[in-house]
Nanobody
Framework: QVQLVESGGGLVQAGESLTLSCTPSGRMLSNYGMAWFRQAPGKEREFVSRISWRGGSTYYADFVKGRFTISRDNVKNTVYLQMNSLKPEDTAVYYC??????????????WGQGTQVTVSS
C-alpha cells in the first residue's frame, strides 16, 4: 500500500508563495503519475495539476496556470507544488494523489490526508 503525506500548507497573505510537498510511505512514487487536487469548504474536490511519472508532461487547471508549478524528484521520492501569487480563492485543503495522470479524482488509487492552505486578503 502507498500512503501519501502532504506538507507545506499554512496561512499566507494574498500575493505570497507556498510550496507543498508530497512524500509516500511504504513505496516509491517513481512509476506513478501524480497530481494535486484541492477542496474548499462546501465545494467538490477539483483538479489543480498533474505530472507524468518521469516528469516530462505536466498539465494545469486554467485557474492556476502561470502561478503554480508542479515538479517531482524521483530520487527524493517527492512531488512538489510551488504556488506563487496566491489569492484568497486558492484557500482549500490540498491533496496529493498517485496512480494516474487524469483530471478526475476517481481515477487515482492513492491519496494523502491533505494540507490546509489559507490565503488572507
Amino acid at each position: 500500500q502507498v500512503q501519501l503525506v502532504e506538507s507545506g500548507g499554512g496561512l499566507v497573505q494574498a500575493g505570497e508563495s507556498l510550496t507543498l510537498s508530497c512524500t509516500p510511505s511504504g513505496r516509491m512514487l517513481s512509476n506513478y503519475g501524480m497530481a494535486w487536487f484541492r477542496q474548499a469548504p462546501g465545494k467538490e474536490r477539483e483538479f489543480v495539476s498533474r505530472i507524468s511519472w518521469r516528469g516530462g508532461s505536466t498539465y494545469y487547471a486554467d485557474f492556476v496556470k502561470g502561478r503554480f508549478t508542479i515538479s517531482r524528484d524521483n530520487v527524493k521520492n517527492t512531488v512538489y507544488l510551488q504556488m506563487n501569487s496566491l489569492k484568497p480563492e486558492d484557500t482549500a485543503v490540498y491533496y496529493c494523489a498517485a496512480g494516474s495522470i487524469s483530471r478526475y479524482p476517481l481515477e487515482y488509487d492513492y491519496w494523502g490526508q491533505g494540507t490546509q492552505v489559507t490565503v488572507s486578503s
